[in-house]
């Protein structure tokens, strides 16, 4: 074991990576030879850990399995050339996972942790980043409440984790959505714009039922009215309607995502009209309609840019008949992933770069 004062570094003997094809590394089901671990307890945080990666022990009464106090964030790692990896941003995850904590009464992880420890991750793993086109290190920081104790409140000891894995794309065709009236996502004052578990384990039956029908993900509507365009199960979605790209403004039921301001902003940059506002499906399907909803697209770090194929809504049907992406969506796709892999101009800061063999 190694220690820089901030870190304790102990390194695997040999790594695993000659055993994953990082052409086709699926998603999320190998994970790089490394890890980050950090506990809280008696009201601090610790000294962090790096070390190689594998299983932890827990209690069955460990209260993050029974009560869901955990927040998580999707980041990656992008190949930019055999000395550099690139990290798109990742100071907006930090800046929203202490906001997710906040949410969850969980005590918030540093800036210096979050980042330094992804960074020395990277370093030790950097042969894991795959460098054929479209495939990234999928990094998961999380931090879960750690009290070994059947009781729903609020934990004094946690344990903050960062694994990494090497990923392909996500969707590999444009998707197919549809609108639930039953079921809803998250509700006015509680925690959809934190990303936190149950969000998702909450979407996970309402999923399964759209893919019973043959969709790929729940277009959520508001929980109160079932009017109102909210987000997608892993992503935010973006319409052009009549040339302007519209999307649903944060009213706290939906993720911020890093993705999505990052195309808002480019948008804007490029003197297209942008409105974040509230939108009713009823406003998409008549655009579907009337031949004024040009496109529509889902933004999220796994996904990128994701074409839809199709949006179904009370029986009707909003069908696009792009093979891939629209005009708008593939120019956002090209130059989103082209800063990402260090092939653009980064004029606004948006990359850090790690210098992995220094
Ligand atoms: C529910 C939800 N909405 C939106 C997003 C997109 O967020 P980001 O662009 O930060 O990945 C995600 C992915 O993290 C998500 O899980």
Redesign the pocket.
């Known amino acids: 074991m190694s220690t820089d004062n901030t870190f304790n570094i102990t390194k695997v003997s040999s790594t695993r990576v000659e055993n994953v094809n990082l052409d086709d590394p699926g998603f999320g089901e190998r994970f790089s030879d490394h890890m980050l671990e950090v506990e809280y307890r008696e009201g601090q945080w610790q000294k962090p850990s790096i070390k190689p990666f594998g299983t932890i022990e827990v209690t069955p009464a460990l209260n993050t399995l029974h009560y869901g106090q955990s927040v998580f ?3 990656k790692a992008y190949y930019a050339d055999e000395n550099t990896v690139n990290l798109f941003r990742p100071e ?2 930090h800046q ?1 996972l202490v906001r997710s904590c906040k949410r969850m009464c969980i005590p918030p992880v540093s800036e210096d942790v979050f980042i330094d420890g992804i960074t020395k991750l990277i370093k030790l793993d950097h042969q894991w980043v795959p460098q054929k086109e479209g495939n990234t290190l999928y990094i998961r920081p999380f931090v879960c409440a750690f009290d070994p104790i059947i009781s729903a409140r609020v934990s004094d000891s946690y344990r903050f984790f960062i694994i990494t894995t090497p990923v392909g794309s996500y969707y590999n065709r444009p998707v197919k959505l549809t609108t639930s009236q039953k079921y809803a ?1 998250a509700v006015k004052g509680g925690v ?1 714009a934190a ?1 936190t578990a149950g ?2 384990a909450a ?1 996970l039956y309402p999923a399964q039922e759209a893919e019973e029908k043959g969709f790929d993900q729940v277009l959520w509507l508001d929980a109160c009215e079932h009017k109102f365009v909210e ?6 979605i973006f319409f052009v309607i009549d040339g302007v790209l519209v999307t649903p403004e944060l009213s706290g039921t ?9 195309v808002i902003q480019l948008a804007k940059h490029w003197g297209l009209p942008v409105k974040e506002r509230r939108l009713t499906i009823d406003e998409v399907m008549e655009a579907g309609a009337n031949g004024t909803l040009d496109e529509a697209f ?6 990128v840019i994701a074409p839809v194929e199709e949006i179904h809504h009370d029986g009707q049907s909003v069908r696009f008949d792009f093979e891939q992406r629209g005009p708008v969506g593939q120019k956002l796709h090209d130059q989103i992933t082209d800063i990402q892999w260090g092939k653009a101009e980064d004029p606004f800061g948006w990359i850090t770069p790690i210098s992995v063999n220094s």
Not at 231 to 236: A, K
Not at 254 to 262: D, Q
Not at 298 to 303: H, L, M, R, S, V
């Open positions: 964030e999707g980041m907006k995850n929203r996502r959809g990303k969000n998702y979407s987000e997608v199960g892993t992503m935010n939906i993720l911020p995502g890093i993705t999505r301001a990052s889902g933004a999220g770090t796994a996904a």
